[in-house]
């Protein structure tokens, strides 16, 4: 294949991946595809965490004395099947409602499929820097990086888990939290099966090492504490992938939790006037006491 048709080739995938995603959404329940229009409560500040214009995050800080300062910190990543189509606005909604309930949140953007940079492992990279930016914000924010969290819904959840298995001298980490995550880059039957080999710059037969270390199914046992968040009508990302998942890291060892949570789908994980979101934020709160 010529190096022109190869070029013609990437753009077209990445309009198939748009629309197939687009469609399952539109399968969701109304409420849960509105959370992707809604316009969230404004974050604190803006703050970018690198010279990529998409290398910034969205921080918010608790108001008030509902909570002992410094708070708690929630990074919050985003999903979209890693595409640059789908950025972090709709986090802006979970973020916004952790802070409300005592946590600063830090919703990251990162560069994606689609952006100079974005894939593998620009898109790790860019996560992991935006968690080592907090140790200058604590400088100016009241932040307790003894107390943090990693919370990320879909490829976000895929990026987290990742996140949660390296050490971070920076901070601590309470816990790894994935909502509809993606845990094993080789599971077929997703809506992202499409956007695998444009993440890894090729197929698992030909990126197998590749796959092994972006795979947190593959880098098990993780050494922390993980809640898998299941819906058990996401026709995005089907709950085999978790119970699977979580049966491989207790096997291991590791100290992972299942919430498989009954008609909700790929989006009531993350939107706060589901009932679905209100079960992971009361599992949330437990994780850093």
């Given at each position: 294949?010529?190096?022109?048709?190869?070029?013609?080739?990437?753009?077209?995938?990445l309009?198939?991946?748009?629309?197939?995603?687009?469609?399952?959404?539109?399968?969701?329940?109304?409420?849960?595809?509105?959370?992707?229009?809604?316009?969230?409560?404004?974050?604190?500040?803006k703050?970018?965490?690198?010279?990529?214009?998409?290398?910034?995050g969205?921080l918010?800080?608790?108001?008030?004395?509902?909570?002992?300062?410094?708070?708690?910190?929630?990074?919050?990543?985003?999903?979209?099947c890693?595409?640059?189509?789908?950025?972090?606005?709709?986090?802006?909604?979970?973020?916004a409602?952790?802070?409300?309930?005592?946590?600063?949140?830090?919703?990251?953007?990162?560069?994606?499929?689609?952006n100079?940079?974005?894939?593998?492992?620009g898109?790790?990279?860019?996560?992991?820097?935006?968690?080592?930016h907090?140790?200058?914000?604590s400088?100016?924010?009241?932040?307790?990086?003894?107390?943090?969290?990693f919370?990320?819904?879909?490829?976000?959840?895929?990026?987290?888990?990742?996140?949660?298995?390296?050490?971070?001298?920076?901070?601590?980490?309470?816990?790894?939290?994935?909502?509809?995550?993606?845990?094993?880059?080789?599971?077929?039957?997703?809506?992202?099966?499409?956007n695998?080999?444009?993440?890894?710059?090729?197929?698992?037969?030909?990126?197998?090492?590749l796959?092994d270390?972006?795979?947190?199914?593959?880098?098990?046992?993780?050494?922390?504490?993980?809640?898998?968040?299941?819906?058990?009508?996401?026709?995005?990302?089907?709950?085999?992938?978790?119970?699977?998942?979580?049966a491989?890291?207790?096997?291991?060892?590791?100290?992972?939790?299942?919430?498989?949570?009954?008609?909700?789908?790929?989006?009531?994980?993350?939107?706060?006037?589901a009932?679905?979101?209100?079960?992971?934020?009361?599992?949330i709160?437990?994780?850093?006491?």
């Amino acid at each position: 294949m010529s190096n022109l048709n190869q070029k013609l080739l990437v753009p077209a995938a990445l309009v198939l991946c748009v629309f197939t995603v687009f469609g399952l959404i539109r399968q969701q329940p109304r409420n849960a595809r509105a959370i992707l229009n809604e316009t969230p409560t404004p974050a604190d500040a803006k703050i970018a965490y690198g010279k990529d214009p998409n290398q910034f995050g969205e921080l918010r800080v608790p108001k008030g004395n509902q909570v002992k300062r410094p708070y708690p910190v929630a990074v919050v990543l985003h999903g979209g099947c890693w595409m640059a189509e789908y950025g972090l606005g709709y986090m802006g909604h979970v973020s916004a409602d952790l802070t409300a309930h005592g946590f600063a949140t830090w919703n990251l953007e990162y560069r994606r499929v689609g952006n100079a940079g974005g894939g593998w492992p620009g898109s790790l990279e860019d996560v992991r820097a935006g968690v080592q930016h907090l140790s200058k914000l604590s400088k100016e924010y009241a932040l307790d990086l003894q107390r943090v969290i990693f919370i990320g819904h879909s490829a976000g959840g895929h990026l987290a888990l990742l996140l949660g298995a390296q050490r971070n001298a920076e901070v601590k980490i309470c816990g790894v939290v994935s909502l509809a995550g993606i845990t094993d880059l080789r599971f077929t039957g997703t809506a992202c099966d499409a956007n695998v080999p444009m993440l890894m710059s090729g197929k698992a037969d030909e990126q197998a090492m590749l796959y092994d270390q972006a795979s947190p199914l593959k880098l098990l046992p993780l050494g922390i504490k993980q809640l898998i968040v299941q819906g058990k009508e996401d026709r995005i990302i089907p709950a085999d992938m978790a119970t699977s998942y979580v049966a491989a890291a207790q096997a291991k060892g590791d100290n992972a939790q299942l919430v498989l949570l009954e008609n909700a789908g790929h989006f009531e994980v993350v939107d706060p006037q589901a009932a679905a979101w209100k079960t992971v934020r009361d599992h949330i709160l437990t994780l850093c006491p």
